[in-house]
């Protein structure tokens, strides 16, 4: 563990999942992300986001996600916190799987989110990177569900959702680009998963699980 991961213990953690591997964003990271996230994520008529992120010009979007990426670990406590690890496909950068949630020790939930590089879509690595989360989540978190959502006119983001074994729960009305928009909520039980073909490799779990204000190692 290198020192800024005693200090900061998300830094040390590390998600091995076949081809996969994710582990928290580093400012490193970032220029590599701008990088991935400006040769396109969605086609030009889409909008999967709820804030049209994906859309701000390259000079402005380099700042911005530094800024985003900052901001959420300055937010980061056990009541409140969100989990961003940058996923790496046989070493390549190919996009960021997220996970946030609130009162994480007495709910044992929250949502997940994620994006992939447009060049890296329709090989399954989509899938795989959310598999990976779910299971480290109700693995070795404790979780009791796991929640995600996507707008109805993104088929992609729900076909995920199904293979992985998430289950409709409802819709809601939301804002996007100043414009109705439904959202699809979905909802994941450990009985439901659909879990990944490889096994996962862990590191700093435990120092991680008392980050979060969980007790005991992890499973």
Same mark, same amino acid.
């Given at each position: @563990?290198?020192?800024?991961?005693?200090?900061?213990?998300?830094?040390?953690?590390?998600?091995?999942?076949?081809?996969?591997? $994710?582990?928290?964003?580093?400012?490193?990271?970032?220029?590599?992300?701008?990088?991935?996230?400006?040769?396109?994520?969605?086609? /030009?008529?889409?909008?999967?986001?709820?804030?049209?992120?994906?859309?701000?010009?390259?000079?402005?979007?380099?700042?911005?996600?530094?800024?985003?990426?900052? !901001?959420?670990?300055?937010? #980061?406590?056990?009541?409140?916190?969100?989990?961003?690890?940058?996923? &790496?496909?046989?070493?390549?950068?190919? =996009?960021?799987?997220? #996970?946030?949630?609130?009162?994480?020790?007495? +709910?044992?939930?929250?949502? +997940?989110?994620?994006? $992939?590089? &447009?060049?890296?879509?329709?090989?399954?690595?989509?899938?795989? @990177?959310?598999?990976?989360?779910?299971?480290?989540?109700?693995?070795?978190?404790?979780?009791?569900?796991?929640?995600?959502?996507?707008?109805?006119?993104?088929?992609?983001?729900?076909?995920?959702? !199904?293979?992985?074994?998430?289950?409709?729960?409802?819709?809601? &009305?939301?804002?996007?680009?100043?414009?109705?928009?439904?959202?699809? &909520?979905?909802?994941?039980?450990?009985?439901?998963?659909?879990?990944?073909?490889? /096994?996962?490799?862990?590191?700093?779990?435990?120092?991680?699980?008392? #980050?979060?204000?969980?007790?005991?190692? =992890?499973?």
């Amino acid at each position: @563990m290198d020192a800024l991961a005693r200090i900061w213990p998300a830094f040390g953690l590390r998600i091995g999942c076949g081809p996969l591997q $994710l582990a928290a964003v580093r400012d490193d990271d970032v220029p590599v992300l701008v990088d991935l996230a400006a040769g396109g994520i969605h086609d /030009p008529g889409e909008m999967p986001f709820a804030v049209p992120w994906s859309t701000v010009p390259l000079p402005a979007l380099a700042p911005a996600m530094a800024t985003y990426y900052w !901001r959420q670990r300055a937010a #980061f406590e056990p009541d409140s916190w969100s989990l961003d690890l940058v996923v &790496r496909h046989q070493s390549t950068v190919v =996009g960021v799987q997220g #996970f946030g949630t609130r009162d994480y020790p007495v +709910t044992r939930t929250g949502e +997940t989110g994620s994006w $992939l590089g &447009r060049e890296h879509q329709g090989r399954g690595i989509g899938t795989l @990177m959310r598999q990976t989360m779910c299971a480290f989540l109700f693995d070795h978190l404790d979780a009791a569900e796991v929640t995600s959502a996507a707008f109805t006119d993104n088929p992609a983001s729900l076909a995920v959702s !199904r293979k992985v074994g998430y289950a409709d729960n409802g819709l809601s &009305r939301e804002r996007r680009q100043d414009v109705l928009a439904h959202s699809q &909520r979905l909802t994941l039980t450990a009985d439901a998963f659909v879990r990944p073909p490889y /096994p996962l490799a862990i590191e700093g779990l435990d120092a991680f699980r008392r #980050f979060i204000g969980l007790n005991g190692p =992890g499973g």
